[in-house]
């Protein structure tokens, strides 16, 4: 990433506006709610004494024990870069997936303590100037895009921001009331979801197909765009290739590559 990262004056964000270097935290988990099927959103607490200053798009790294090994797996900060001291996550619940399984299957009641690194990563926003931002993302690739609107429209209220969000079906939409409010209320940002599986019976009115035809299709040419992907690998890497072919420049497209997972 080549690119400044953005030069916003950030009250909101304390004492550190280029972000926090990244430190062993302690996260209490205080609720696990289930927004969709297998996709839960969990909200973490940190010590009053320890509050966590991220920048839109950063991730943190739990540490995890799986039969006497520490195994990490990252996870994008959802809430917003305003709160210190509580954190919320995207999670989606992978078949047989070891974190996301225990991770969803948490129970709050007794205020379960994680171990995390954070605030990690540098899928952070870049100052557009006088372009305009496409974020990309499938399924839980959302994540990191909430917190990012949120800077967007309170420090670059002006410039055109573009959503494309991918799923397969209209249930495994999250947030989806939240983002069309948003685009009511904020005049240059636009929400373009779209699913591959519409239901049989017409009740779908969106876009259908995959996220990479409907930015074609809005989007002959994103020479004048910072493109930002996130989402599963294949997504990740056709969209960027394409971002190049629609004459995206290679040092304004970024990407948030989950790949598989570390251990
Ligand atoms: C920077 C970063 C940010 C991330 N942010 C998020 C986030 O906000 N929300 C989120 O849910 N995940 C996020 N991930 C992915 C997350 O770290 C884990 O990889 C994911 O939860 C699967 O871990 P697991 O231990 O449950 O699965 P594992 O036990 O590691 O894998 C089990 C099996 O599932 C496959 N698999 C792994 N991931 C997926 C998947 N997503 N879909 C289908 N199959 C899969 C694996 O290939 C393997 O075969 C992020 C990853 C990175 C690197």
């Known amino acids: 990433m080549t690119a400044d990262a953005l030069p916003l004056p950030q009250p909101a964000l304390g004492p550190l506006p280029s ?8 996260l209490a988990l205080v609720s696990n709610e289930e927004v969709a099927p297998a996709i839960h959103v969990l909200t973490f607490d940190l010590p009053p004494t320890d509050p966590l200053y991220f920048l839109p798009g950063q991730y943190v790294t739990f540490y995890l024990q799986r039969e006497g090994r520490s195994v990490t797996r990252s996870y994008s900060i959802f809430s917003s870069a305003e709160r210190h001291e509580r954190v919320s996550l995207l999670v989606k619940e992978v078949p047989h997936g ?22 990690l990563g540098r899928f952070v926003l870049q100052d557009p100037g006088g372009r305009i931002v496409v974020l990309v993302a499938t399924g839980v690739g959302l994540a990191p895009f909430v917190p990012m609107l949120e800077l967007l ?3 670059r209220p002006e410039t055109p921001v573009w959503l494309f969000l991918g799923n397969r079906y209209a249930a495994e939409m999250v947030y989806h009331t939240e983002l069309r409010a948003l685009s009511a209320a904020w005049p240059t940002f636009h929400f373009v979801p779209v699913i591959s599986r519409p239901p049989a019976d017409g009740s779908w009115k969106g876009a259908v197909g995959h996220v990479e035809e409907a930015v074609s299709g809005r989007f002959p040419d994103l020479s004048m765009a910072d493109v930002y992907i996130c989402g599963s690998n294949p997504m990740v890497s056709q969209m960027q290739a394409l971002s190049l072919q629609l004459k995206g420049r290679r040092d304004r497209i970024f990407v948030d590559r989950w790949g598989e997972s570390e251990e």
């Open 19 to 26: 972000g926090q270097p990244p430190h062993r935290r302690s």
């Open 98 to 119: 070891f974190a996301s399984t225990y991770l969803c299957g948490l129970s709050p009641a007794a205020r379960p303590s994680l171990m995390a690194l954070a605030p």
């Open 153 to 155: 429209r309170r420090d």
